[in-house]
Nanobody
Framework: QVQVVESGGGLVQAGGSLRLSCAAS????????MGWFRQAPGKEREFVAA????????NYANSVKGRFTISRDNTKNTVYLQMNSLKPEETAVYYC?????????????????WGQGTQVAVSS
């Protein structure tokens, strides 16, 4: 069992930045690929970014490439999502997830554990 807890959400103006954090506890954190997803009201959950268990590989949704950066610190059992140049349409609840033994997968069905989410609101 792995528990993940997101933090760092909030309200930011368009063009601004936020850094989300996801703290994991339970099983060995370094055995898990980690991902970030988001879900806006009335929309399906969508992939944002993922990082492999040792951080060697990353994947990003096309819409965030060049603006978002995922990273992890296995000594702190934490994964981060640095979000720059935020857009109003990126207002959503952002979820952290953990996939055992996986590379940086983009498929939500391959993640085993999910957090409760943190709200990000981008004003125009």
């Amino acid at each position: 069992q792995v528990q993940v807890v997101e933090s760092g959400g909030g309200l930011v103006q368009a063009g601004g930045s936020l850094r989300l954090s996801c703290a994991a506890s339970g099983r060995t954190f370094s055995n898990y690929g980690m991902g970030w997803f988001r879900q806006a009201p009335g929309k399906e959950r969508e992939f944002v970014a993922a990082i492999s268990w040792r951080g060697a590989s990353t994947n990003y949704a096309n819409s965030v490439k060049g603006r978002f950066t995922i990273s992890r610190d296995n000594t702190k059992n934490t994964v981060y999502l640095q979000m720059n140049s935020l857009k109003p349409e990126e207002t959503a609840v952002y979820y952290c997830s953990a996939a055992h033994g996986r590379i940086a997968t983009m498929k939500p069905t391959e993640y085993d554990y999910w957090g409760q989410g943190t709200q990000v609101a981008v004003s125009s």
